[in-house]
């Protein structure tokens, strides 16, 4: 007997330690006994026909395609806004350095085709849903393991090597991972890993962790003007931007998560940018 999508979510549950479906993630159309999936990082309407054609029963996206995931992807966000109060980021500052990103969210998950990708799910008959916040909460937890190895007076040369010799998946991008602030000679001090809150916390948050004690952010992505603004404002400063690369750090968990189901029978196929281990 395969597994039915209600397991497969929860296994990432497990696996990252939350207790509840992030509002995130998603099961669009449900399916039991499942055998053949395919999984990948963006998998939409036109991925859903594909996968039909090629027989899977299941196919699995770790970005959000609709339903509650998209209408409720802006709640996520309140994850930033924890971690910095985690670092000593004082509360206030944390929630305002969110507060215009979670508005803006919320505008734009209102303006969204909910229902695209979905209802061609139902149609094709294809079991479909959507895996996010646990599974970059499971690269976090990878990132955070390799830091750890680490001192303070490491430098940001020696993090990216640590990172490249921990995550086979940095090896093998073909994206290099980029100091956007600082330089590779800088020492670490303190770290904190800003993944696993949706979308990167950019401008604003990055600042509210320099501003209150932290060394390095590490993002997975952070747009050119973010990037340049955090650049012109921190760099004489001994700060350090980190950016390790967007999907190389989304595979970490999704290669995590493959060998677990494929532990437990289901045959999975990477498409759609997933970086092998
Ligand atoms: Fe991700
Ligand atoms: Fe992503």
Do not use: W
Request: charge should be negative; proline fraction near 4%.
């Amino acid at each position: 007997m395969g597994l039915n999508t209600e397991e497969i979510m929860q296994l990432a549950l497990e696996m990252s330690g939350f207790r509840s479906v992030p509002a995130d993630s998603a099961i669009y159309t449900s399916g039991k006994n499942l055998k053949n999936a395919l999984i990948g990082i963006d998998l939409d309407a036109p991925e859903l026909l594909i996968a039909k054609q090629l027989g899977f029963d299941l196919v699995i996206s770790h970005h959000p395609k609709g339903g509650s995931s998209t209408l409720h992807f802006p709640e996520v966000l309140h994850r930033h806004t924890e971690m910095m109060i985690e670092h000593g980021v004082p509360k206030d500052v944390a929630e305002q350095a969110m507060a215009e990103r979670i508005y803006d969210a919320r505008c734009q998950a209102h303006i969204a085709n909910y229902d695209h990708a979905p209802s061609f799910a139902r149609m094709l008959n294809v079991s479909y849903m959507n895996i996010h916040l646990p599974l970059d909460e499971i690269g976090r937890q990878q990132m955070l393991a390799s830091v750890k190895k680490l001192k303070p007076e490491s430098t940001v040369r020696e993090l990216i090597e640590r990172f490249k010799s921990d995550m086979s998946e940095f090896r093998n991008a073909q994206t290099q991972m980029e100091v956007r602030v600082g330089r590779p000679e800088n020492k670490i001090g303190r770290v904190a890993v800003s993944h696993a809150c949706g979308t990167n916390g950019g401008y604003p948050v990055a600042k509210a962790y320099f501003d209150h004690g932290i060394d390095t952010v590490i993002y997975i992505h952070c747009a050119g003007p973010d990037s340049r603004k955090l650049q012109q404002e921190f760099q004489a400063q001994g700060k350090n931007l980190i950016i390790t690369g967007h999907v190389v750090s989304d595979s970490l968990g999704i290669n995590s998560f493959i060998h677990e189901l494929e532990n437990r029978g289901l045959k999975l196929t990477r498409a759609s940018g997933v970086v092998s281990p």
